[in-house]
């Protein structure tokens, strides 16, 4: 097997490829160099002078290695696994450290194994993350629960890479034993742990890290940021559709770069055909400041270490031959991309086929709720203030407001208010569960719009100020088997995008997905969205009982820096 490869490296035969004339980015001594890359079979045999069967003149553009997403989580495009491919390789990346987080939430095993599968007939290498908190608090109704028990069993299988983001961290402080089992479990499988600790700092962020977690992906502050480097963390920079933090680029430096990543987390098909993937956060991770080849460093090789990616993510001998040519270091607008020796897309065409794609019956009708009547959506606040969630423009972080409010007929009066009623309705056990707030600052008026993507636990989230629609919204999630919703008052309307994986995905092809969800999201604008959201993604983050300041599950609104329900009546 490595004949072959001595043998054309030696150039005593031939080269299946050659990229001719390049200027590649050498991402271990930090230059930019020239000259012929070959190629043999999946890998890079050397670079200099060399002749293959077939060569591409490169001249006057540039080499990168293959982009590696270093956390995502693919549901987040609303796409399967075939079509997430074919969305984000004809953008240069061509391996992804992916966390089915959410698939887990709704599917247990079913939903990781079911990406495992999926991922197997595309060039993508797709390194799946086992997810560590399902659910992510015990607070709210998940469809799954994955206990130390579920992860020790399956930590040790070889297609999965490591264990998924540990966000619940008061947990891993207070050393409660499931969780340490899941830890512990981890590390006796040699893998690695991923992080989530948004504003975790000294001794607490000590102890944290003492759980053998290695890296994070919720920095918020440059202090934050360099104190978990200092501490031997991998940070990824993220660009995601509705949380990115890439002014943190002011972190970095010429000594802690390597230990930064970059990643998109959640970006959602949309925001992906209109801005890109891993190639916009290179020309992000620059327009900000960071020199490029020092972006692409944090956009390969830093990923591939951190997860034990043996030979990915540079431009050398024996590494597989990932490779994206781009226009220049500036936009990074890929022209072809090579996986494994051979061309997958070509000036932003993917050059693969995903029709054939893996559907089991599993993932399919999950979505299932109790019979509800309108008046079942009345907030009744027996005092005349109440605790309301408020929205920045952007990010997830939440905050609360004391405010006065009024009632008739034993429901709260919305008329004249911004506010407007949030509602999360259980979707897995039809237990009847109905978590009930109010919210300020999102725009939304005139009927009800919702998701049944909801993190983590994935039950419907709803926006409105009226029952009526509130109970549409709910009843059309139902029937389309989970997705996005509009009940449009004045106009008597329903519109909705079905997602019929798990409730969080569309097994259309990805031009679909993309065509139906910006429709609706302009729906949603025109009906007073605040435009610097993403229209139904800022909605899914309201239920994340994990990051501040309050949150609604199916159980009651939650206060994340208490740790505990809190009621609506305010004093």
């Known amino acids: 097997m490595l004949e072959k490869y001595i043998k054309a490296a030696l150039k005593e035969t031939e080269c299946d490829l050659v990229l001719k004339n390049a200027s590649f980015v050498d991402v271990f001594d930090g230059n930019i160099k020239t000259g012929d890359i070959g190629i043999k079979d999946d890998k890079i045999v050397g670079y200099g002078v060399y002749s293959g069967k077939k060569e591409i003149d490169c001249k006057g553009k540039y080499v990168l290695p293959g982009l590696v997403d270093g956390h995502v989580h693919i549901e987040s495009s609303q796409a399967t696994p075939e079509e997430f491919a074919a969305m984000i390789v004809p953008h240069g990346t061509t391996t992804i450290i992916a966390d089915p987080h959410e698939l887990a939430n709704v599917l247990g095993m079913n939903g990781v194994n079911y990406v495992v599968e999926a991922s197997k007939n595309v060039p993508l290498d797709i390194k799946v993350q086992l997810p560590s908190c399902v659910p992510a608090t015990p607070y709210e109704t998940s469809g799954a629960i994955l206990g130390g028990k579920e992860i020790a069993e399956n930590i040790v299988n070889q297609n999965i890479n490591g264990l998924g983001e540990f966000m619940a961290y008061p947990s891993v402080l207070m050393c409660d034993p499931d969780t340490l089992k899941k830890l512990e479990a981890t590390h006796a499988a040699g893998k690695i742990i991923d992080g989530h600790a948004p504003l975790l700092t000294g001794d607490e962020l000590n102890g944290y890290l003492c759980g053998g977690i290695s890296t994070d992906h919720e920095c918020i502050t440059v202090e934050e940021m360099r104190e978990k480097i200092s501490k031997g963390v991998y940070c990824h920079l993220r660009i995601g559709s509705y949380t990115r933090n890439m002014d943190l680029v002011k972190a970095i430096t010429p000594y802690n770069y390597r230990r930064v990543i970059l990643c998109t987390d959640d970006r959602h098909a949309a925001d992906i055909k209109k801005a890109g993937h891993l190639d ?4 992000r991770a620059v327009e900000a400041g960071l020199d490029p080849v020092l972006a692409v460093a944090c956009g390969t090789i830093n990923a591939c270490e951190c997860y034990g990616l043996k030979y990915r993510g540079a431009i050398a001998p024996f590494y597989y031959a990932d490779l994206v040519v781009v226009e220049d270091l500036k936009d990074f607008k890929p022209l072809l991309v090579l996986k494994d020796g051979e061309v997958v897309a070509e000036n ?3 050059l693969f086929d995903t029709s054939k794609r893996y559907l089991p019956e599993f993932v399919k009708n999950t979505v299932h709720v109790k019979e509800f009547k309108a008046d079942d959506f009345k907030i009744e ?6 605790r309301v969630m408020t929205t920045e423009s952007s990010g997830v972080m939440t905050g609360e407001a004391i405010i006065e409010v009024a009632s008739k007929d034993g429901d709260v009066t919305l008329e004249g208010t911004d506010l407007l009623k949030m509602i999360v309705v259980e979707r897995h056990k039809m237990t009847g569960n109905i978590g009930k707030a109010l919210i300020k600052g999102y725009g939304f008026k005139g009927g009800a719009m919702g998701i049944s993507v909801a993190h983590d636990s994935h039950n419907i989230i709803i926006l409105g100020d009226d029952n009526e629609c509130i109970l549409k919204a709910v009843n059309e999630l139902a029937k389309i088997g989970g997705g996005m919703v509009i009940v ?8 909705s995008v079905k997602f019929d994986i798990a409730g969080l995905m569309s097994s259309e092809a990805s031009e679909i997905v993309q065509e139906q969800s910006k429709k609706l999201a302009d729906k949603a604008y025109d009906m007073g969205v605040d435009k610097n959201k993403e229209a139904f993604f800022s909605l899914t983050f309201l239920s994340l009982a ?9 159980k009651g609104l939650f206060d994340v820096i208490k740790f505990d329900f809190v009621p609506l009546e305010a004093e």
């Not at 606040?381 to 109440?386: E, Q, T």
């Open 488 to 495: 449009d008052k004045e106009k008597g309307t329903v519109d």
């Open 348 to 350: 932003g065409k993917a």
């Open 546 to 554: 994990v990051i501040p300041h309050l949150r609604l599950v199916d």
């Open 381 to 386: 606040i027996k005092s005349k203030k109440a």
């Open 280 to 283: 916009n956060a290179l020309k």
